[in-house]
């Protein structure tokens, strides 16, 4: 069983920076091993995927509206998975999940992970 605990949301102006944190609770082997990612949904819409980071070599995948802007990275030591979000533009505001997956291939399919965080607030303000 996996639990995950996201952190650093909050409020910033467009053009803002924020990094997110999921720290994930379990075996430390089956985390390593697990597909990560992160995931948003903004009020009315629908839950879309964001950035994805596999284990091994960590290829990473991000939705186009986020290349460029978002980071995605792990911290295996901590257990740690992070979202480094710049260049903040107001529809980046939504509830920001993250996610693990053990059948270990990145996706943003939300339907892929079988583990889900109870989600941290991002608000962009113009």
């Known amino acids: 069983q996996v639990q995950l605990l996201e952190s650093g949301g909050g409020s910033v102006q467009t053009g803002g920076s924020l990094t997110l944190s999921c720290q994930a609770y379990?075996?430390?082997?089956?985390?390593?091993?697990?597909?990560m990612g992160w995931f948003r949904q903004a009020p009315g819409k629908e839950r879309e995927g964001v950035a994805a980071?596999?284990?091994?070599?960590?290829?990473?995948l991000y939705a186009d509206s986020v290349k460029g802007r978002f980071t995605i990275s792990q911290d295996n030591a901590k257990k740690t998975l992070y979202l480094q979000m710049n260049s903040l533009k107001p529809e980046d505001t939504a509830m920001y999940y993250c996610?693990?997956?053990?059948?270990?291939?990145?996706?943003?399919?939300?339907?892929?992970?079988?583990?889900w965080g109870q989600g941290t607030q991002v608000t962009v303000s113009s």
């Open positions: 379990g075996p430390t082997y089956s985390i390593y091993y697990m597909a």
């Open positions: 980071i596999e284990p091994g070599r960590r290829p990473t």
């Open positions: 996610a693990a997956d053990p059948g270990a291939r990145r996706s943003l399919v939300s339907s892929d992970y079988p583990y």
